[in-house]
């Protein structure tokens, strides 16, 4: 697949559509790692909407407007947003929805990167490389987009020595800046996930998990990428091994999302990409408003 802004504009026409929806503004509200005040410098007055902070109100503005407006401030920095995205030859495969892993995940990384720098953010991305974790810069723009869609693209399904989890902790120990950091990963990658990982995360940023949803190992057509053939019908069609799949799965979650709840952070899983807006906008919204898991 070529990387090129035919494939931006893909991203620009799925955001248009959610125009009328908070993806102008889904980086408001307390992300606590970025701001631990804020400045003091009035900008505006907006129109209350539910969620906005109580305290805001301009009592006297509102009474002469005749609804109820609440106070704006002009932020003190930039946010810093980091996405670390998983890879391997399990990108080779397809959601439970028919779609392709790689493909998802790059509109994945590549929507929310536009729309985070549409809200005035900085953003990276860190995949494993050949010799260890890959990070590029914190910048905004869609020629900084396109050089990591591009980059991203020509590694995302090819193995690595180095695990998701190395990449994740290399993060963390050489950027230096506080940050939203965005995992994307799929199964494997968030059942391995270590449990005092994520508290290593939290204790300094806000963390926001996107599971990359996986076809299942039964059904129809079934077609095993490891070894390259289609599974014998006899297991792809066993039920005993289809209920077996689903309970793993659905534990793997479980155990995360408790995990997430116990450290003040957020998971969700996306199997499409029309689904991609609307997933993670209301998973920033249940961070803002404090419905971890």
Known sequence: MKIDYEYLSRIRRAVSLYTKRKTTNILDGDFHSIHRGRS??????????????????????SSRMGSIL????????????????????????????????????????????????RNGADYALSYAGEHGASVSFFKSGTDHLEKLLYDYETKADSESSCSYSAVIREVLNTVHKRMIIFLLTDMEGVAALPDELIKSITSAHDLLIINIDDAFLTGDEVFD???RKYERFFFSHNRALHDEEVMLRKQILLHASHVCKENRACITTIARQEDIIESTIALLERYRNGYYG
């Open 40 to 61: 003091m410098d009035f900008d505006d007055l907006k129109e209350y909407t539910y969620g906005d902070d109580v305290t805001d109100i301009d009592w006297k503005s």
């Open 70 to 117: 609440v106070r704006r401030y002009m932020t003190d920095r930039r946010h810093n947003v980091m996405f670390i995205c998983d890879r391997g030859e399990k990108m080779l495969g397809d959601t439970s929805k028919g779609e392709a892993k790689k493909e998802l995940m790059l509109m994945t990384f590549g929507t929310l990167a536009y729309i985070v720098g």
């Open 225 to 227: 990428s490891d070894v």
